[in-house]
């Protein structure tokens, strides 16, 4: 059996087994691999420049709207949980807690941050006094510990790499505007950077954050038609405020509670980009995440490669000063075919190949990892055929995307017809839903399936309520998710 042949059946097909397919193409593309701590991973360089540039982008975005960085303990007491009770019932089967340290039991139980809620209120309270401190607009880029039950690397781990946002504001009016400006930022940059289309929407009361007011949420459909919660923005009132005491003197010089709100988005964006454009070839990167934009091969006989290698240097050098994240495999032990199969797998997007001939003629090949195309291009005009192929790539990804999910989303009207589209095949259901808790979890104990979120733009709006009939309080978007 040849190399390439070996090569594809070390993956398993997406239609055989989704979650085989999911872990043979992270360890195969080595973006990951299993540290000896349980639910914990280990991020390799292709993994990490990933989440390197997927933060470079949103921080970018965070201070373009007036937010700085900071950074806050990873320890946090535990009496600061105790402050807000709905959110401490919400995190604490998942609290980690450190009791001793340099050999003595601690007086007071530290846990392991889950989020940052009660230890930057506790720092807000000192720092805002007067309606003159506010809105405190601040992100940290941080490592959080949440010890899950059931694990998958990128999407479910125990611990995680994420940026929470937190801001403290003079009115409600502010505070909800800066949650729904950080909600678009979020739809912006998956559907942009990520080439991943999300629905937007509220939460329901039972999926909200422990703690909030209103949670908002993107949802996007992984191929296997299960959903993942991309990224969530939390309006919390006045909750954290009280809890923690954060007060100011308002312009009438009376003492007010401050409105504050919570967002982020973790490094299960690696993972749910791999789940929405992955395919039987290993990985499929959108241009502009991917750690290497465009690989280059020098083709052709030994008595040519000296040459050919030689122009595909200054190629590659106008490429890389354009801002291209190019490099070059001129490895001369292993054939282009098999260079092929392995950049395939591996998500680059664009291949760039040289030959005698193509010399000859000025030109190069290029070759889209999404759509297979090939397209002969002047060198003279490489940077801005490149530019623009990357350009098309991307486009390419985020309509094949929204393809598959409307190809797998159902407007349904009875509990009935939801569990067979449940059993039968994959993906989101619309449906109607009267607000009762009841109903809502009767849909979870019989599909599996959980409110993902209420769209603010449903296909249809429903007249009612998919379990008992009564008028439909609102038209909810349903999927069994990761």
């Given at each position: 059996?040849?190399?390439?042949?070996?090569?594809?059946?070390?993956?398993?097909?997406?239609?055989?087994?989704?979650?085989?397919?999911?872990?043979?193409?992270?360890?195969?593309?080595?973006?990951?691999?299993?540290?000896?701590?349980?639910?914990?991973?280990?991020?390799?360089?292709?993994?990490?420049?990933?989440?390197?540039?997927?933060?470079?982008?949103?921080?970018?975005?965070?201070?373009?709207?007036?937010?700085?960085?900071?950074?806050?303990?990873?320890?946090?007491?535990?009496s600061f949980f105790q402050k807000e009770k709905e959110h401490v019932e919400g995190f604490n089967p998942e609290l980690p807690w450190v009791t001793e340290a340099a050999g003595e039991k601690l007086e007071e139980r530290l846990a392991i941050r889950p989020t940052s809620e009660t230890m930057i209120g506790h720092m807000y309270a000192k720092w805002i006094q007067s309606y003159r401190d506010l809105p405190v607009l601040i992100n940290q880029w941080a490592n959080v510990v949440r010890w899950e039950k059931r694990t998958l690397p990128f999407l479910r781990t125990s611990e995680f790499l994420w940026q929470e946002g937190h801001t403290a504001h003079e009115t409600e009016e502010e505070a909800r505007k800066e949650t729904m400006q950080m909600l678009e930022i979020y739809r912006d940059f998956v559907e942009d950077f990520l080439a991943i289309p999300v629905i937007v929407g509220q939460k329901t009361p039972s999926e909200k954050f422990a703690g909030a007011v209103d949670t908002f949420s993107i949802e996007a459909m992984m191929k296997d038609g299960r959903a993942v919660q991309a990224g969530t923005s939390h309006y919390l009132g006045t909750n954290f405020a009280i809890a923690f005491d954060i007060k100011f003197l308002d312009r009438e010089n009376t003492l007010q509670f401050a409105h504050t709100t919570s967002w982020g988005v973790s490094t299960r964006l690696i993972g749910a980009m791999i789940m929405v454009h992955g395919d039987d070839r290993g990985l499929a990167l959108p241009p502009k995440v991917a750690p290497t934009q465009v690989i280059m091969i020098p083709i052709g006989p030994p008595k040519s490669r000296e040459q050919v290698i030689g122009r595909v240097d200054e190629l590659y050098a106008e490429l890389k000063k354009a801002g291209v994240r190019v490099r070059v495999d001129d490895r001369s032990d292993v054939s282009p075919g098999w260079k092929f199969n392995e950049y395939e797998m591996r998500g680059v997007p664009l291949r760039l190949e040289l030959g005698p001939r193509d010399m000859e003629n000025g030109v190069v090949v290029l070759v889209s990892r999404i759509s297979g195309e090939k397209r002969v291009v002047a060198q003279d005009n490489l940077v801005e055929e490149v530019e623009r192929m990357l350009q098309e790539i991307h486009q390419d990804m985020f309509e094949k995307a929204k393809a598959f999910r409307e190809d797998n989303f159902r407007s349904l009207d009875t509990l009935d017809e939801m569990k067979a589209f449940v059993e039968e095949k994959r993906g989101f259901v619309e449906a109607g839903w009267c607000g009762s808790d009841a109903c809502e979890k009767q849909v979870k104990e019989e599909t599996g399936a959980t409110s993902r979120n209420i769209p603010f733009e449903a296909s249809s709006k429903k007249e009612k309520c998919l379990v008992c009939g009564d008028p439909a309080a609102h038209t909810v978007v349903f999927a069994r998710a990761y």
């Open positions: 059996m040849s190399k390439e042949k070996q090569f594809v059946t070390e993956i398993t097909p997406q239609s055989e087994d989704f979650s085989r397919w999911y872990i043979d193409v992270i360890k195969k593309a080595e973006l990951m691999d299993y540290s000896p701590v349980r639910g914990c991973i280990v991020f390799r360089p292709e993994g990490y420049e990933l989440w390197e540039n997927i933060q470079r982008d949103l921080d970018r975005r965070f201070k373009e709207t007036g937010h700085r960085n900071a950074y806050f303990p990873l320890f946090i007491p535990e």
